[in-house]
């Protein structure tokens, strides 16, 4: 699995950015994906990630209201709409995949068997990880 993390950039507090994680060399519809960021000197934090089956979401406390994940099974692409940003959401933007869907593939449309989460307590279901991208944000 190859992900290619964009969009990153340098924004004022109060802006918007949209992150963009391209997926290729395994079924889309196979992955969660999730997006983590990090600074210097401090833990990796779940941000946010969206499910296969039916698009669940999940989101940590701190960016809850203000950014958006999204997917485009057509293009292969994850999004991350961030708005209202703070210069606390400054930090290395990674997008990262979890295969556990693969094991239900053609079994429950309408069920999620294997739903993401973005807690500390889950980032070991996340095997696949890209590049990171800069976001700063000013004040």
């Known amino acids: 699995v190859q992900l290619q993390a964009s969009g990153g950039g340098s924004v004022q507090a109060g802006g918007s950015l949209t992150l963009s994680c391209a997926v290729s060399?395994?079924?889309?519809?196979?992955?969660?994906v999730a997006w983590f960021r990090q600074t210097p000197g401090k833990e990796r934090e779940g941000v946010s990630c969206i499910g296969t089956r039916i698009g669940k979401k999940d989101y940590s406390d701190s960016v809850k209201g203000r950014f958006t994940i999204s997917r485009d099974n057509a293009k292969n692409t994850v999004y991350l709409q961030m708005n209202s940003l703070k210069p606390e959401d400054t930090a290395v933007y990674y997008c990262?995949?979890?295969?556990?869907?693969?094991?239900?593939?053609?079994?429950?449309?309408?069920?999620?068997?294997?739903?993401?989460?973005?807690?500390?307590?889950?980032?070991?279901?996340?095997?696949?990880w890209g590049q990171g991208t800069q976001v700063t944000v000013s004040s």
């Open positions: 060399g395994f079924p889309f519809d196979d992955l969660n």
């Open positions: 990262a995949a979890d295969d556990r869907p693969k094991h239900y593939r053609g079994r429950y449309d309408n069920f999620d068997p294997a739903p993401c989460f973005v807690r500390r307590q889950y980032v070991g279901n996340y095997d696949y």
